[in-house]
């Protein structure tokens, strides 16, 4: 099955400096890979997702990297503001049409502090 | 985007009770929901797909018997945790899958189990 790998679990940074978030996958067959935001005692929210077809996606602050010969994606969020501090998930999975539904493998987390 | 509710969104019960968590799709039709467990400061792990009108489909080693999936409409799937202990105690998170195949997640329901 797909294995993700999520650096780095803690990461700081000061208000208005860039974070970045780096994932690794197993599985070739992935095609989609969401990146989620969970704050604490809620459920993960979508912020950007990248499908196999695009090697970059952005989305005002947010963007997303995909390396697929290498496996690894990114996550790019610039200007950070302490509102962002949560802690972020990637994940990658595949789009099963015939299913119409994505089957995602989620990595450890990452848990961004940004400092006023 | 689409919204997802859970309810409760915290429970708690007593050991060897059985208690029902439901995920609803409030603005769309999810013909697929999910539900995931996580522990403190651990990542989401992925426990069964809950198909509309169908068995749900349990990743393996999770206990089907344990674990109730019931997915009766297109918007609304429920876990029952029947015979619940302490080691039980979790966070759990539903989640429908979009027109577009994007996963929405629900709020997640907090369980502890006395």
């Known amino acids: 099955g797909e294995n993700v790998e999520q650096h780095p679990s803690t990461l700081s940074v000061q208000e208005g400096d860039s974070a970045v978030i780096k994932c690794t996958y197993s599985?070739?067959?992935?095609?989609?890979f969401p990146w989620y935001k969970q704050e604490l005692g809620k459920g993960p929210q979508l912020i950007i997702d990248?499908?196999?077809?695009?090697g970059e996606k952005k989305d005002q602050r947010i963007a997303v990297t995909l390396n697929k010969t290498a496996k690894h994606f990114s996550l790019h969020i610039t200007e950070t503001q302490p509102e962002d501090s949560a802690v972020y998930f990637c994940?990658?999975?595949?789009?099963?049409?015939?299913?119409?539904?994505?089957?995602?493998?989620f990595g450890t987390g990452t848990k961004l502090q940004v400092i006023p | 985007g689409a919204v997802v509710s859970q309810h409760p969104s915290w429970v708690i019960c007593k050991s060897g009770t059985s208690v029902k968590i439901e995920c609803r799709s409030l603005?769309?039709?999810?013909?697929?929901m999910f539900w995931y467990r996580q522990f403190p400061k651990q990542s989401l792990m992925l426990m069964a797909t809950?198909?509309?009108?169908?068995?749900?489909?349990?990743e393996q080693g999770v206990e089907k018997d344990k674990f109730l999936i019931n997915h009766a409409s297109l918007t609304l799937s429920t876990l029952t945790v029947t015979s619940a202990h302490p080691e039980d105690s979790s966070f759990y998170i539903c989640?429908?899958?979009?027109?577009?195949?994007?996963?929405?997640f629900g709020e997640g329901s907090r369980l502890t189990v006395l």
């Open positions: 994940a990658a999975g595949s789009d099963l049409y015939s299913g119409g539904y994505q089957k995602v493998t």
């Open positions: 990248i499908r196999s077809n695009v």
């Open positions: 809950s198909n509309e009108g169908s068995k749900a489909t349990y």
């Open positions: 989640s429908a899958a979009g027109y577009a195949g994007e996963l929405f």
């Open positions: 599985d070739s067959a992935s095609n989609y």
């Open positions: 603005d769309f039709q999810a013909t697929t």
